[in-house]
């Protein structure tokens, strides 16, 4: 079974742009989640999407979005890139039906701001 | 919301020796507590959990142990071996909402 696939990788960005980052999730996984990773700040969670609707959200500024296709998959976009923004952002797929259902993370997208 | 500490930052230990970890939560009504280890350029993996209801578990060398009324639980991992060497976080949910996490901590085993 594939995991948790997330691409780009690698984003290089300035200041004031936007980025959209994917993350595809283990097949029949309904449930995405997102984390910021920064060394000061550990892993800090975004949101989490089930069936396409937003079931929870962390205390992030409203210029973090994300949203989830029918298919599973989820995208996460940042708008008016600050330099704070750079971090290694995680996505974590789970069957969802549970809250302690494990969650399987992807590689991250690694995102320079400059 | 809640809230996790996590401690040492830094371990290391001789290779064959044990290691602990430690954690601890501000919400009594958190009641799952997982275990993750991230290696270097890869996303964390989950490698045990505890659910409330449990005071103790253990998967071959690894165990996790809940003191509800103290609110702390630990990691334990004895006969370490050089590829435990790794980024442990805990983390605790209350029901049916996020993972918080502890802020990591980085395990080197000394061969």
């Known amino acids: 079974k594939a995991g948790v696939t997330q691409t780009p990788r690698y984003l290089i960005k300035t200041r004031g742009q936007q980025v959209t980052l994917s993350c595809s999730p283990i097949s029949g996984h309904r449930s995405v989640s997102w984390y910021q990773q920064t060394p000061g700040q550990g892993l800090q969670f975004l949101f989490e999407y089930f069936s396409e609707t937003q079931r929870n959200k962390g205390n992030f500024p409203g210029r973090f979005s994300g949203r989830q296709f029918s298919n599973s998959r989820s995208e996460m976009n940042v708008s008016t890139l600050e330099l704070g923004d750079s971090a290694l952002y995680l996505c974590?797929?789970?069957?969802?039906?549970?809250?302690?259902?494990?969650?399987?993370f992807g590689p991250g997208t690694r995102l320079t701001v400059l | 919301g809640e809230n996790v500490e996590q401690h040492p930052s830094t371990l290391s230990v001789q290779e064959g020796d044990s290691a602990v970890i430690k954690c601890t939560y501000s919400?009594?009504?958190?009641?799952?507590f997982p275990w993750y280890k991230q290696e270097l350029g890869k996303g964390p993996q989950l490698i045990i959990d505890i659910r409330s209801n449990v005071g103790e578990k253990k998967d071959q060398r690894i165990a996790v142990t809940l003191n509800k009324t103290a609110k702390h639980f630990s990691l334990h991992i004895t006969e370490t071996q050089p590829e435990d060497s790794a980024v442990y976080f805990c983390?605790?949910?209350?029901?049916?909402?996020?993972?918080?996490f502890g802020t990591g901590t980085r395990l080197t085993i000394i061969p």
């Open positions: 983390a605790a949910s209350l029901p049916a909402e996020k993972l918080t």
């Open positions: 974590a797929s789970s069957l969802g039906g549970m809250y302690w259902d494990e969650q399987f």
């Open positions: 919400d009594s009504a958190s009641n799952y």
